[in-house]
């Protein structure tokens, strides 16, 4: 489980943030240490699994980046059981290190593990993580636990292909960060204010017939919010950042067992035209899935459009 506090600089595009995970030994082994992902680095320098898969795929532009469009996670300080533990990077991989414990998590025990942590956000065009001025895709931001399973560690750099191999578990994750800023995220919404303020936002977006081009950002307001989203069983929480949203939403009935989705959809002006019936393409996807595989779990689901170099798009619970 985790919880973890976070706040956008959005002068210094960073992420200050401390992340508290209860880790659960459900193996019949002891582990003496922990391995951890630590996937931010993989855009620190031009020497990283990242980079070289990038080469290898044809594109040199994370390989000669400039110092301010790389991205890193640093100010790590771990502690199990409220105890400093020596921890070490990965020999080969500075996106991968490893916890030795003062002494092993018994098969069936709980330890409590804390650490804070710096991100600094690096530019959008690489992958999945990143920012495009002030506009933020959060992804693989967060010190993460690997997978021990019964073949063992699965310790793994970031890359581009392949990043889902995670720890089932929950979150609890708070995000401060300018009042004007609109959040997708993974996670259910718990404040009432946010919730309202977003309805507000709909409702205008309802009413535009022509959304323009302007792509300029307004002013971050001086006041912050701190907006909490709770969600339990997934393996991964992402979320996305930006003052320019707009805003539409909906809901469909699941074929089976006719419980409610809300659905929401965050789109700036760029593609407005395409994003008016978003709505409407969600209800169609998420009711003929859950016709065809199973009824959705979530109590919503978010599309957004962002501007990750992904291309397609990309999926996040």
């Known amino acids: 489980s985790h919880t973890i506090d976070v706040e956008l600089d959005d002068e210094r595009h960073t992420l200050e943030g ?28 031009n020497s990283t699994a990242l980079c070289k898969q990038k080469v290898e795929n044809g594109s040199t532009a994370l390989f000669y980046a400039k110092e ?33 414990l003062n002494k092993p998590v018994k098969a069936g025990e709980t330890v409590y593990i804390s650490t804070p942590f710096t991100v600094k956000i690096p530019d959008a065009k690489f992958s999945r993580l990143g920012h495009i001025g002030q506009s933020y895709m959060i992804t693989q931001w967060y010190p993460k636990p690997a997978v021990y399973d019964n073949n063992g560690w699965h310790i793994m750099p970031y890359l581009s292909q392949g990043e889902f191999y995670s720890e089932n578990g929950s979150f609890d994750v708070s995000i401060t960060l300018p009042n004007n800023y609109t959040v997708g995220s993974t996670g259910d919404l718990q404040n009432k204010s946010e919730i309202e303020r977003i309805n ?20 971050s307001e001086e006041t912050k919010k701190t907006i909490r989203y709770i969600q339990k069983n997934i393996h991964d929480f992402g979320w996305f950042a930006d003052k320019r949203y707009h805003i539409l939403q909906g809901s469909v009935e699941l074929p089976y067992s006719g419980r409610k989705v809300y659905l929401y959809t965050m789109f700036t002006n760029n593609e407005a035209h395409l994003w008016k019936n978003s709505i409407e393409y969600m209800r169609d996807a998420i009711y003929y899935y859950s016709l065809w595989n199973g009824d959705y779990p979530f109590n919503h689901c978010t599309a957004v459009d962002g501007t990750i170099a992904a291309g397609g798009g990309m999926e996040y619970p």
């Open 18 to 45: 401390v992340s508290y995970i209860e880790y659960t030994n459900n193996s019949d082994t002891d582990l003496g240490f922990i391995w951890f992902h630590l996937w931010p680095n993989a855009y620190k320098n």
């Open 68 to 100: 301010s469009e790389r991205g890193h996670i640093s100010d790590l300080d771990f502690k199990v059981n409220g105890k400093m533990v020596r921890w070490d990077y990965h020999p080969e991989h500075i996106d991968i290190c490893k916890l030795i």
């Open 200 to 219: 507000l936002l709909s409702e205008i977006s309802d009413t535009i017939t022509n959304f323009g081009t302007d792509m300029s950002f307004p002013k």
